[in-house]
């Protein structure tokens, strides 16, 4: 049985520090400043990002994306997650820079109208948050719904990314 090589890359942001982890060199998560899954060793730090070409990838994206340039993840590798995640996070990860949809029009966009709240827990299990932008999805009502899991620090952090695209909530 082969055994899991984890490696990770720490990033600074205008949100704080983020850490890119990828496992047998796939990017398995993004963990934004405050996740409670945070580690200080997950395995071997990498000090070049081009190493592993995933989190290369994602760390060029990251920075882009804060620079304010209007940069998408859709197209490349989306985490493993169920059949249903997996949609809805590829779903997701095609919603425009600076553009919001509710849960609900997330889930007719997969073919699962009513699924509302189903969308909302896929997206709160999104392991590349920033990359599959869940802080793109709102409610109903145009308002904030949860975001990481984390309340009321993670709407704070949801608003910050939206206000940093040009939407108001």
Known sequence: MKTAVTS?????????????IAKNGRLTQVLLPGDPSWKESPGARIDNPNSISLIGAAADFLKRYFAGE??????KPIPVGTEFQTRVWRAAAAIPFGVTVSYGELAARIG???AARAVGMGMKRNPLPILVPCHRVIGADGGLCGYGGKKPAGLKLKRWLLRHEGIEI
Do not use: A, T
């Open 8 to 20: 990770y890359y720490d990033i600074d942001s205008p949100i704080g520090q983020i850490r890119l």
């Open 112 to 114: 699962k109208s009513g």
């Open 70 to 75: 209007k940069v998408s993840w859709f197209g």
